[in-house]
């Protein structure tokens, strides 16, 4: 049975999408069944995993509004051994056809249905907004991966993210949980970091993932030749973080 996670943030440029695609390679090669849902417009985690946006016939856009089924849609990464349910522009007018839609905010959750025995790990990769979008990601989930800087503005929004989730929880989705905070773009050289990372940890405790992504040159340029960070360079303390990172989840996977 999947476990179905929405990697979300309000906050834009925070990693969401690095996390998202780096973690499904990462869990790829680890020997887990995984599919990445990419839920934003932009379709950042689409190209990041080496599926070209602007050569599909097929988008997560029309699963969403019936207009295909999930195997039509779902493409492999070419480079990071994993499932992706790919998305371009189109996704943008999803917004408001889903207004009209009988459960709106429920689409997704019920596409991913039939994919629910072919694999252990989905990861939603959620836009930077509260959108139909994101709900439909959330309602869709079993748990929140809320990959954040350690900065004060992150902390302001992290209150935010956690007060919708809760609203989610109460109203559309009891199983919703939040899984853990990733700390990314680390720099331990700043005592800022250093301070906000050990609030994090003293607040939300074992919420706090162990694992640490540092800032790191090869993760950025990773995505301009369409593969995952673990996989460009898996040499490099970006993609031995999320390597780690993608075994603390195995092991959480075992207690939740």
Known sequence: MARIFC????????GKTTTCVNLAAALAGA????????????????????????????????LLVGLAALDDVRTTSPSGGF????????LAGAEVELVDLEHRERRLKQALADAAEAYDFVLIDCPPSLSMLTLNGLCAAHGVIIPMQCEYYALEG????????KKVHANLNR???????LRVMFDPRMTLQQQVSAQLESHFGDKVFNAVV????????????????VVFDPSSKGAQAYMAFAHE????MKTL
Not at 39 to 45: T, V, Y
Not at 158 to 165: A, H, Q
Not at 175 to 181: C, M, Y
């Open 158 to 165: 992290l209150s935010d993210l956690v007060n919708t989730i």
């Open 214 to 229: 540092p800032r790191n040159v090869r993760l950025a340029e990773a995505p301009s030749h369409g593969m995952p960070g």
């Open 7 to 14: 990697v979300a943030n309000q906050k834009g440029g925070v």
């Open 31 to 62: 020997g887990q069944r995984t599919l990445l849902v990419d839920l934003d417009p932009q379709g950042n985690a689409t190209m990041g995993s080496g599926v070209d946006k602007r050569e599909l016939d097929r988008s997560i856009y029309h």
């Open 83 to 90: 499932d992706v349910l790919p998305a371009n522009r189109d």
């Open 175 to 181: 199983d919703l949980k939040i899984i853990g905070l």
């Open 249 to 252: 989840m195995i092991e959480r």
